[in-house]
């Protein structure tokens, strides 16, 4: 709960503020039942206008500066806890920015955004009740017993007795309701997870007609989850009657008692009715209270949640150690005895790896699938850390750059090509907010966007939808490669990027690339030979190892894993 006491502390003003106003409407409450039993007893019982007249105008003032005060307090109430919502939400989220890809599969995407949606809603909505209540249901609960006490220490009991028969049954369900209330957060992260997985893979789903399979799948999450609420409603259900026959039982006694008091001579009808009055104050507050206490479980649990995240120490973090000096005649990119290991994993994914590349040359990496192409361009990311050896731009090792430097040095297209909902021109000045037109139209030009942007008919301003599923996969390919290319950096990692194009258009593409970038390194991962025969140096991996590296002619002469995928794509 240490973020909770820490916006507390710097909300501090606004917060005694709040309490202020709401102990004012606790006052304010607490009064109107003895100024209840004046007006009975010293103006109607004995017909006594100018008293009845007096006492209403005092109810008149304290009703309205009650309800002013209750109102101010409950907008500020409200006001703190959407602070509180958003204080959470924009923690989560910076959070989200420093995790490495380990961290995400760890956690998973689904429950991150659980955490950042429902687990933030329900602590934002509880806190602000809480909050309400805190300074209140205390206040009133033990102002109403004394109150009660002076005018019949029996009447005092009974509403003892009452109060302590509520907070133990309360306290023996909100107790059970809590393990529950945990469970019932990770059943919907699973359900989150298979909404997520139905709809961005509805595809794949209808082509394989695994429609109804998938509505098993999903049916059976909601009915796990439905048991646990259905049981956590249960015990809810058997609270409320039992504070309504609680506070039933009360009301009968202590009428029974004012009744048999009043007949004695030794209370007043305006005095029963006061005590009825505190008893109902008394009551109301615990069941606020309660109906309050029931949503505290879930929001301990998602407080939990949101703090085991904002608790993670990020794996990847920027160096302190920044002594190295950028030398101009070390190679643009090297690596140097490289392996890497996922977590878990006895064997390494890139063994033992070393080569370099100098300003201006296009590398090109293949090999089959899962020998760790992509893994590299993670690594000079470093979307990973390296588990050995040493990666450097420059001569500088990149864990000496801060990661948002090393970033900006590299323009990235991954394998799958993503938009982000908006248009064109937003989605390409992701790579450099700062870019001018033209820069935004040579980047097109190279990529071979230009000409189908030109058709549209807003341009640039075209509207992209999420994902962009407005657009087919060769052209959001060369969106993602014009993004990229905005960026102006001194290494482009294509990851088989060309996939989606036709020959042609990868042709020209990459005759582009070479004649616009002569001092970029143009790292091009791919599965065609046709994309990777011109480049400068093909690195050929097999199983995480280098097993080739230099120009196409010689790895079809020198290198067997090279001539086993060349055969196999070409008549060789």
Same mark, same amino acid.
């Given at each position: ?345 006895? $064997?390494?994914? !890139?063994? +033992?790896? /070393? *080569? =370099?590349?100098?300003?201006?040359? %296009? ?126 950096? $001194?290494?482009? !990692?294509? +990851?088989? /990027? *060309? =996939?989606?194009?036709?020959?042609? %258009? ?67």
């Amino acid at each position: 709960m240490k973020y909770l006491k820490q916006f507390l502390k710097e909300k501090k003003g606004k917060v005694v503020l709040t309490l202020s106003l709401l102990l004012g409407q606790a006052i304010g409450t607490l009064l109107i039942p003895f100024l209840i039993a004046n007006i009975v007893d010293n103006g109607i019982l004995k017909g006594d206008i100018t008293e009845i007249l007096k006492i209403g105008g005092v109810m008149l003032v304290v009703i309205l500066i009650t309800t002013s005060v209750a109102t101010l307090g409950s907008y500020y109430s409200a006001d703190l806890a959407a602070g509180l919502g958003y204080e959470m939400r924009d923690k989560i989220f910076r959070k989200s920015q420093e995790l490495s890809i380990h961290n995400f599969d760890t956690i998973g995407i689904s429950s991150m955004i659980t955490r950042t949606t429902s687990d933030i809603s329900n602590l934002q909505q509880t806190f602000g009740l809480a909050l309400q209540l805190i300074i209140p249901a205390p206040f009133l609960i033990v102002s109403s017993i004394i109150m009660t006490s002076n005018i019949s220490k029996t009447l005092a009991v009974v509403l003892i007795v009452s109060i302590i028969i509520f907070i133990i049954l309360a306290w023996i369900i909100v107790k059970k309701s809590i393990f529950i209330s945990t469970r019932v957060q990770k059943k919907l992260d699973h359900i989150n997870q298979v909404i997520r997985e139905n709809i961005t893979g509805i595809r794949v789903i209808r082509a394989f007609g695994n429609e109804r399979y998938e509505e098993n799948r999903a049916g059976d999450s909601y009915k796990e989850y439905s048991i646990d609420m259905i049981k956590l409603n249960k015990l809810f259900a058997i609270l409320n009657p039992i504070i309504w026959l609680i506070i039933g039982l009360s009301m009968v006694v202590m009428l029974w008692f004012g009744g048999l008091f009043s007949m004695q001579g030794t209370m007043e009808i305006g005095q029963i009715t006061a005590v009825i009055e505190y008893a109902i104050i008394t009551l109301s507050y615990l069941i606020l209270a309660t109906s309050t206490s029931v949503t505290l479980p879930k929001m301990v649990s998602c407080f939990n949640r949101i703090e085991e995240v904002l608790e993670i120490t990020p794996e990847i973090q920027d160096s302190v150690t920044k002594d190295e000096v950028i030398n101009k005649e070390a190679p643009a990119l090297s690596f140097e005895n490289v392996s890497f290991y996922y977590h878990g994993a006895e $064997e390494p994914v !890139i063994k +033992d790896l /070393s *080569f =370099s590349c100098n300003e201006g040359e %296009t590398i090109a990496i293949i090999g089959s699938t899962g020998s760790g192409k992509s893994t590299i361009a993670n690594l000079i990311l470093r979307l990973h850390d390296i588990s050995n050896g040493k990666i450097s731009i420059k001569g500088v090792n990149i864990k000496n750059f801060t990661q948002k430097d090393l970033r900006n040095k590299v323009g990235y297209v991954p394998q799958k090509a993503l938009l982000f909902s908006g248009t064109i021109e937003s989605n390409l000045r992701m790579g450099n907010e700062k870019a001018t037109i033209n820069e935004i139209k040579k980047a097109l030009n190279i990529s071979q966007s230009e000409a189908f942007v030109n058709k549209l008919s807003s341009g640039l301003e075209s509207s992209v939808s999420q994902g962009g599923s407005n657009f087919s996969g060769g052209q959001k390919q060369r969106l993602a490669i014009a993004r990229a290319l905005v960026r102006e950096a $001194e290494i482009y !990692i294509f +990851d088989d /990027s *060309f =996939s989606a194009l036709d020959l042609k %258009t990868d042709l020209a593409l990459r005759k582009s690339l070479k004649e616009n970038m002569t001092k970029a390194v143009k790292l091009i991962i791919a599965q065609r030979v046709s994309t990777i025969m011109d480049a400068d140096k093909i690195l050929v991996l097999d199983e995480g190892e280098l097993v080739g590296f230099g120009k196409h002619e010689e790895l079809i002469e020198k290198c067997s894993v090279y001539q086993a995928i060349a055969k196999s794509q070409m008549n060789i």
